[in-house]
């Protein structure tokens, strides 16, 4: 009997890891559904994020698919930045560790800004120098206009 006391944690332990491992993958299977429709798209466990020519839609991941999912253009962004632990990076000068990381994207009409969470620095550059030459595209073509 003493040995099954013993062995009760781990069994507990086990079946809370698979409950949580199916969960992960039920956001990831929901995501992958939704992704399909961008261009380009990202996924971790705090924000989804996806880019459809100059629309960018992001949202909270979830077992049942992306919600509270909000779109904009970047006809509408005047700047994008990379911060990290809420602190203003550039691109080309990230720290390796941070324990907050985001790419804001500043609009001029108004005092919003819209921030989406990433979990590791270099991925969040990557999208930044992304979405940036797509800025200056997009403001190239509307001066051009």
Known sequence: MEHGLLWLPLLVMFFWLAWQGSKEYQKVEA????????????????????????????GKPT????????????FEVQKINL??????????????K??????????????????????EIPLAVEWGKYLQEALKNVHSKSHDS
């Not at 911060?83 to 390796?96: H, N, Q």
């Open 31 to 58: 995501y992958r559904a939704w992704a399909e429709q961008f261009e380009r798209a990202k996924y971790d466990i705090y924000a989804v994020l996806g880019q459809k020519g100059n629309n960018i839609t992001w």
């Open 63 to 74: 077992p049942k698919g992306p919600i509270k999912l909000e779109t904009f253009s970047l």
């Open 83 to 96: 911060l990290v632990d809420d602190g203003l990076v550039e691109l080309s000068e990230a720290p390796e």
């Open 98 to 119: 941070g324990r907050k990381i985001e790419l804001q994207f500043i609009f001029p009409e108004s005092a919003n800004s819209v921030r989406v969470p990433f979990t």
